[in-house]
């Protein structure tokens, strides 16, 4: 499996923020794992074409429909028009911003696949979830209801992203990154079978290159979802850098 570096760079970024992608190009020529940028839509297209071969690209949320009166939305066929690979599915923030339900991610998932994209599906629980012990249950919901079973580990991506952890500089212990992944890829495994070995798990949640190598450390962590720290080149080059190392 190579492993994988994403970053999310949420609303931020403007053109002249794309020098960060020849930054990350040029430390990174031939990198030893995938590297992905998934920047605000406005930019996409011309990042993708500043990426070259070695960085892909993605979009952060998709509609499910094909196409039509929704506006202000954006197709999955319309990500990939603009050079898009990937696209992140239902992260913590489109859920609480955006009220997106699991069958909606679902429903988004089953669009990104019908284009040809790879999806990223994001799950995770909140503060006071962990605080009662529903983390595995919250995650297991998630994972069965925003998963559609079309998905393959050539098209799926599941993201770890306790939502306490995302932007707050607090981070689980090893042990709890390792109990969740271990989790999900035995949910995934009694679903897909086999091929549930394949799918890249990433974790999210303040993942910055100081710590990023006792994470890649962890078991059933093959990668990490970077939201702050992959705004600037010399932040996630180290995050990249240590997930090439952790591979060895
Ligand atoms: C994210 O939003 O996916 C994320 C993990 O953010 P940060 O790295 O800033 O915590």
Not at 28 to 37: C, E, W, Y
Not at 95 to 109: I, L, M, P, S, Y
Not at 241 to 246: Q, R
Request: proline share 4%; with cysteine; net charge negative.
């Amino acid at each position: 499996m190579r492993k994988l570096a994403a970053g999310n760079w949420k609303m931020n970024g403007v053109a002249a923020n794309l020098a960060e992608v020849a930054a990350i190009r040029a430390a990174h020529p031939a990198p030893g794992v995938d590297i992905l940028l998934c920047p605000p839509a406005t930019l996409l297209s011309r990042m993708s074409d500043k990426a070259g071969a070695a960085i892909f690209t993605g979009g952060q949320d998709c509609h499910a429909a094909a196409s039509g009166a929704h506006t202000g939305d954006i197709s999955a066929a319309m990500l990939a028009d603009a050079g898009a690979s990937h696209v992140i599915l239902g992260h913590s923030e489109r859920r609480a911003d955006h009220g997106e339900t699991d069958a909606q991610v679902c429903d988004k998932t089953q669009a990104a696949l019908a284009a040809g994209l790879t999806a990223v599906v994001c799950v995770g629980e909140t503060e006071a979830q962990r605080d009662i012990g529903e983390t595995l249950d919250v995650v297991g919901q998630q994972l069965a209801g925003s998963i559609p079973d079309t998905a393959t580990s050539a098209t799926l991506v599941v993201a770890y992203e306790p939502v306490w952890a995302i932007g707050t500089g607090r981070v689980p212990t090893l042990d709890q990154i390792a109990e969740v992944h271990d989790f999900i890829r035995a949910e995934l495994t009694a679903r897909f079978g086999d091929d549930a070995a394949e799918i890249r798990l990433l974790y999210g949640g303040s993942v910055k290159p100081g710590n990023a190598a006792e994470i890649f450390a962890t078991p059933n962590v093959d990668g990490a979802l970077v939201g702050g720290a992959s705004l600037k080149a010399t932040d996630f080059s180290g995050i990249i850098t240590a997930l090439e190392n952790a591979r060895r």
